[in-house]
T-cell receptor, first 113, second 112 residues
Framework: DAGITQSPRHKVTETGTPVTLRCHQT?????MYWYRQDPGHGLRLIHY???????DKGEVSDGYSVSRSKTEDFLLTLESATSSQTSVYFC????????????FGQGTRLTVV | DQQVKQNSPSLSVQEGRISILNCDYT??????FLWYKKYPAEGPTFLIS?????DKNEDGRFTVFLNKSAKHLSLHIVPSQPGDSAVYFC???????????FGAGTTVTVRA
C-alpha cells in the first residue's frame, strides 16, 4: 500500500456542475496519474503529472483538467459534468524510472445524473 | 486505439486447475509488461511483471511469459484458488515513458 487516499469515495452530481476529485499520497512519488475504468475499456489515462505544476494529457482528457500544487496532492476537475463521465476514477502514483509499477488508490465512484 | 488488448472478457476455471490469461500489444516500443489484479470496490494491485529482456518470470503460483516476436504475453496461475477470482489487467510501458497503458481486463472466476 503506497499510502494513496482518494476523496470522496462516492459522489452523485448533476449534469453541468463542476466536480473535483482529490488524490493524496504520502510516499513522495514523483509521478501521479488519473485513470477512469469503464466496462469494455479497462483503465484509460485521463491526465498525468511528472512533478509539481508539470502535467500532461492522457488519451481521454476532454472535459477534464488537473492541478498539482504540491507533491502529495493531485486534483482532477470535471469542468461541467456530463453523463458520459459517470465512471470509477482511480488515482495512481509511481516513483518513476524504468521498469517501475504504479500503485493505485481505492477509487472514486462518480455518478452524473 | 487501444495498444494493449485482452480479447477474452472472462474465464471460468475449476479450483486446482491452471488459469491462462492472454494479452496482445501493438506498440513495438513497449519494453515492460505488468499484470494487475482487481477485486470489486478496490483499486488494482500489482501482481507480477516482466522486462522485455526476459521471456519468463515466475513468482509462486504466478508465471508470466513474453513472446516479443508475436507481441504476446500470458499469465499462468497454477493451481487456481477461489481467492484468485478477480479482474486481471495487462499493462505495458515504453522506455522512458513510464505511464502504463492497460488492456480491457479479464474477469476470472474460480469454481469450487
Amino acid at each position: 500500500d503506497a499510502g494513496i487516499t482518494q476523496s470522496p469515495r462516492h459522489k452523485v452530481t448533476e449534469t453541468g456542475t463542476p466536480v473535483t476529485l482529490r488524490c493524496h499520497q504520502t510516499e513522495n512519488h514523483r509521478y501521479m496519474y488519473w485513470y477512469r475504468q469503464d466496462p469494455g475499456h479497462g483503465l484509460r489515462l485521463i491526465h498525468y503529472s511528472y512533478g509539481v505544476k508539470d502535467t500532461d494529457k492522457g488519451e481521454v482528457s476532454d472535459g477534464y483538467s488537473v492541478s498539482r500544487s504540491k507533491t502529495e496532492d493531485f486534483l482532477l476537475t470535471l469542468e461541467s459534468a456530463t453523463s458520459s463521465q459517470t465512471s470509477v476514477y482511480f488515482c495512481a502514483t509511481q516513483t518513476g524510472g524504468q521498469n517501475t509499477e504504479a500503485f493505485f488508490g481505492q477509487g472514486t465512484r462518480l455518478t452524473v445524473v | 486505439d487501444q495498444q494493449v488488448k485482452q480479447n477474452s472478457p472472462s474465464l471460468s476455471v475449476q479450483e486446482g486447475r491452471i488459469s491462462i490469461l492472454n494479452c496482445d500489444y501493438t506498440n513495438s516500443m513497449f519494453d515492460y509488461f505488468l499484470w494487475y489484479k482487481k477485486y470489486p470496490a478496490e483499486g488494482p494491485t500489482f501482481l507480477i511483471s516482466i522486462s522485455s529482456i526476459k521471456d519468463k518470470n515466475e513468482d509462486g503460483r504466478f508465471t508470466v511469459f513474453l513472446n516479443k516476436s508475436a507481441k504476446h504475453l500470458s499469465l499462468h496461475i497454477v493451481p487456481s484458488q477461489p481467492g484468485d477470482s478477480a479482474v486481471y489487467f495487462c499493462a505495458a510501458s515504453a522506455g522512458n515513458d513510464y505511464k502504463l497503458s492497460f488492456g480491457a481486463g479479464t474477469t476470472v472466476t474460480v469454481r469450487a
